[in-house]
């Protein structure tokens, strides 16, 4: 099967012919529908050598939906049902996990669970080998090509805003730092779970304008000027809730500047790896709080298929196939994509 795969850090991915896997006990393989790529991936791919200790060569692609084609002994799932795959895979008996928190399951990192994409063999390919049938959820008559980036361009936004919903009340203010993958998503949601106002922040005017098209009320470039601009548009409030799918020192910087008092700050975005925010008594307003959320839970991703289901979220996707998917990678790293970049198998 053919599958794109990182070869070496600081090296473009390459497409390559790799074996099928076939599923042991517990385990499913599925057909792949669609893959998404994600800064994320660019973000590995670029890191310096060491920075991962991947296996590699490692087929990328960490968002993924498919059609169950294969199921190992004890697993209860029938071959032909469509499928999301849950990407970050935890041990499952732990207490996060009991929580369906899977992203923070304490016993991964010690047992080298992985997600697909992030240290195993992930989406990008002909077919997908799933550890756990616990790892996916029903994915039903959504279409896969425009709800596969909800696996993670979905369901990362969810879980950074979901904790601020009880502060983004009538007449509050918003903030989305980078309206790409997952911030044109992060604005839907924001639109369908909150009446608040929302204004988008990105470098270029094309940007800006995507972002009014998926629903900011107010858009402001990001430069230098960017903190006094939104403040002209927020006054003394500031904003109630920022929402960094960037990560760069210049947006961490953006956010800890509008922000408000009792606000908070969420840093979404890897940046650099280094980027940080300064936090200490005279440094901020009072009571700001800032998190730093890593993808999502398994009940949450069911929420945000759900979300999709009622008709609130509208991915923008640019398909690209497999034998292109390179392609899509050096438009993701370019920074010249509408929305997400999903690579759909033949
Ligand atoms: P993307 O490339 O699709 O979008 C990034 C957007 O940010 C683009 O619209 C770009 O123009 C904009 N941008 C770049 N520099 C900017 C600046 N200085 N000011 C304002 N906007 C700027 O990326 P994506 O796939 O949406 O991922 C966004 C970030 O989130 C990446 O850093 C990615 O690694 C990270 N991420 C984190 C998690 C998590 O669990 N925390 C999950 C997925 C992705
Ligand atoms: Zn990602
Ligand atoms: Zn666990």
Known sequence: MKAIQFIAPGQPPELREVDKPSPGPGQVLLKITAAG??????????APAGAFSYP????????????????GSGVRLSEGTAVAVYGPWGCGACYRCAQGQ??????????????????????????????????LVPLGDLDPVTSVALTDAGLTPY????????????????????AGGLGHVGIQLLRALTPSRI?????????????????????VLSNADTVAEVRKITGKQGATAVFDFVGYQPTIDIAMGVVGVL???????????????????????????VRSPYWGTRG??????????????????ERFS?????????RLAANDLRGRAVVVPD
């Open 159 to 178: 879980h950074a805003i979901k904790p601020s919903l009880a502060k983004l009340v009538g007449g509050t203010t918003a903030v989305v730092i980078g």
């Open 102 to 135: 899977e992203n923070y399951c304490l016993n991964a990192a010690e047992m080298s669970i992985t997600p697909p994409g992030l240290g195993t063999d992930g989406a990008m390919a002909d077919y997908l080998l799933i550890d756990n049938a616990r790892h």
């Open 322 to 330: 497999l034998d292109d998917g390179l392609e899509a990678y050096r």
């Open 263 to 289: 606000g908070d700050v969420v840093i979404v975005g890897l940046g650099d790896g280094v980027a940080a925010a300064k936090v200490g008594f005279f440094s901020q307003p009072y009571e700001v709080s």
């Open 56 to 71: 590699l060569p490692m087929t990328l692609g960490h968002e993924g939906v498919g059609i169950v084609a294969e199921v």
């Open 300 to 317: 949450e991703l069911i929420e945000v298929l759900d979300l999709a289901r009622d008709g609130v979220l509208d991915v923008e996707v």
């Open 37 to 46: 790529a994600c800064h994320s991936d660019d973000f590995v791919l670029n």
């Open 199 to 219: 204004i988008a922040v990105d470098v270029t005017e094309e940007k800006l304008a995507f972002a009014r098209e998926v629903g900011a009320h107010e858009t």
